[in-house]
């Protein structure tokens, strides 16, 4: 063999393995991500992240024992946080990164875990206590939502500017808007609302689900107050669906029905907007390609079960967890958004869980935290 076959032939390898190495890395990258959770332990709520899907890798990211953080909007990339706050029952001193008022809107910058108050760019007037509940980013991060209590919604720019108030229609009723969800394409809002006074509750006790058209200005009412949507509505990665948690309610009744997951067709007028029933299930969550539902059942004698469904209500299923099957607390379950793993809280009781990782088929079952607390899962996202 010549000098110079041989040197081609080790360019070729030499070619063949950076491609590999390329291949490996695109592979491990992808199945890289962040989760962004709240932990309340020894009654001290705050707010941390694992940047990096690694257990030993955990940061917390505020220091506020008298205040509790809630309603919690996460940037794309994990990079940017709006959060709320009210007082708990603590009285500790707070540490350098506490947040003094109650009852405040802030902003945290999660690189430097600064925080910032932005309560005023929501207050209508500034003497209205407590401020504007932020509900949600749109598709771009551009702009967020917020619930106020003149017109209904309020949506604005990322600096506080070109805020525009939305009156939503009343259909008769006083109405109490609790959760909004702006669809992956941007063109709607999802949000429940229940109704305000005695007299109304009465007639309407629970929560109904609508659809807001940006463009149009039209309201569709998907479930009315005594389906009892109460849980935030999770649209599709389509935005022709949404899926969420409702409790039938009747007049009267002390005991409301169990927890059902219901899904809805959003591009269907004329015809019945409900598509799927799942029950006594909660905590709905989409795949990232939007073929696939998992949510969380209760199986009885307190136990819970994680589960997946198609999205055209064929092939449910149940993933086995292992050595941590049917614990008595299942939750906020959320797919990485390479489908590939769904990250999950699960535990003894509620005050004594863990964030595990867990992939589709019931593989690789781990916890990403080891100290047992109570949890909730606010976000997972990808890493560049």
């Known amino acids: ?69 809630g309603v919690l909007l996460v940037s794309k990339n994990g990079d940017k946080i709006i959060l709320g706050t009210g007082p708990t029952e603590l009285s500790a001193k707070p540490s350098d990164l506490a947040v003094e008022e109650l009852h405040r809107i802030y902003f945290l910058d999660t690189p430097s875990k600064k925080l910032k108050d932005i309560t005023d760019m929501f207050t209508s007037p500034p003497t209205i206590t407590p401020p504007m509940q932020v509900a949600d980013w749109s598709p771009d991060q551009k702009q967020f939502v917020f619930i106020t209590y003149e017109t209904g919604l309020g949506i604005m720019d990322f600096d506080g500017t070109n805020r525009k108030d939305v009156s939503i229609p009343s259909l008769g009723e006083i109405p109490n808007i609790k959760h909004i969800k702006w669809s992956p394409n941007g063109k709607k809002l999802a949000l429940t609302r229940g109704v305000v006074g005695i007299d109304q509750q009465l007639q309407n006790p629970g929560d109904a689900l609508l659809v807001y058209d940006l463009e149009s200005e039209k309201l ?86 994680l589960f997946i469904i198609n999205s055209d209500g064929n092939g449910i299923h149940e993933v086995k967890l292992g050595d941590l099957e049917n614990p008595a607390v299942l939750k906020d379950p959320i797919w990485s958004p390479d489908g590939t793993q769904i990250i999950y809280v699960a535990g003894a009781d509620s005050g004594h869980t863990n964030i595990y990782s867990i992939h589709p088929d019931g593989s690789n079952n781990h916890p990403l935290t080891n100290q047992e607390a109570f949890y909730s899962i606010v976000s997972v996202y990808p890493i560049p």
């Open 1 to 69: 063999m010549s000098p110079v076959q041989s040197l081609k032939k080790i360019l070729l390898l030499l070619l063949g393995l950076l491609s590999l190495t390329t291949l490996i890395g695109c592979v491990t990258k992808s199945n890289r991500f962040g989760i962004v959770f709240i932990e309340i332990n020894n009654g001290a709520t705050d707010i941390y992240r694992i940047p990096d899907n690694t257990p030993d890798k955990i940061e917390q990211l505020t220091f506020t024992p008298t205040v509790g953080e």
């Open 220 to 305: 569709t009412q998907l479930a009315d107050y005594e389906t009892n949507c109460f849980s935030s509505p999770v649209w599709s990665p389509t935005s022709q669906q949404i899926a969420a948690t409702c409790s039938y309610i009747l007049p009267y009744t002390e005991s409301p029905a169990p927890d059902t997951i219901r899904i809805f067709s959003t591009e269907n007028p004329g015809q019945p907007y409900e598509r799927l029933l799942l029950s006594p299930c909660k905590d709905p969550s989409w795949s990232p390609d939007g073929k696939q539902l998992a949510f969380v059942c209760d199986k009885g004698a307190d136990q819970a079960g």
